[in-house]
């Protein structure tokens, strides 16, 4: 598998970072309470745009998309044009042979999740990926659940495993790191 490389978290390197959206679906979205759900969105739209402005791979999961529909299509608008999307019926992304096997050679050691449902495929999908080594940030509003009391339990869990948890902001500003970054202008302004 992966090799382990362990330490401190830090901070997120636009370099070895990839994006990973959850399960960000029609039918889940449905059950979310709506302002959660909207803020999830909105978050998420805005990692994506500067995902693709700073070429960082971006991987997409549907769970089980015949039961639960498609990827919300203000998100499969979003997404930069070289996302590679997975359907899975396991709960963990890490279940999923053909995400493994994509993870593994984008060669990539920090991913950023984002999505739903974070007490179900988030929570299990960071651990797996804590388990191969991987430094792994939940962007804690770029997901959401239908509970928030089950939301605020599994980010607690992660946090207490190493696991970090950021805000979208946070992930912008670390994936610039300069203000003479060439994209600084465009990807600041989505924090407007």
């Not at 770029?142 to 509970?147: D, L, N, P």
């Not at 992660?158 to 994209?183: C, K, N």
Request: overall charge neutral; proline content about 3%.
């Amino acid at each position: 598998m992966l090799n382990a490389m362990h330490g401190s978290l830090g901070l997120l390197d636009a370099d070895k970072s990839v994006l990973l959206v959850i399960d960000i679906q029609t039918r889940l979205l449905a059950g979310m309470p709506a302002a959660t759900a909207q803020i999830m969105l909105d978050n998420s739209v805005k990692l994506l745009q500067a995902a693709e402005q700073l070429n960082i791979p971006t991987l997409l999961t549907e769970q089980y998309p015949k039961g639960l529909g498609p990827t919300a299509e203000i998100i499969k608008l979003a997404l930069p044009d070289i996302t590679q999307q997975f359907e899975k019926t396991s709960f963990s992304c890490f279940g999923c042979d053909e995400f493994k096997q994509k993870l593994i050679t984008c060669g990539r050691r920090q991913v950023v999740i984002i999505g739903q449902e974070t007490h179900v495929c988030v929570l299990q999908t960071a651990f797996d990926l804590l388990r191969q080594g991987l430094q792994v940030f939940v962007v804690e509003d770029a997901v959401c659940t239908r509970q928030e009391s089950h939301k605020i339990n599994a980010l607690s869990r992660m946090q207490q495993a190493g696991i970090g948890i950021i805000t979208y902001e946070s992930v912008l500003f670390e994936w610039l790191r300069d203000a003479r970054h060439p994209h600084f202008k465009a990807i600041s302004a989505l924090v407007r």
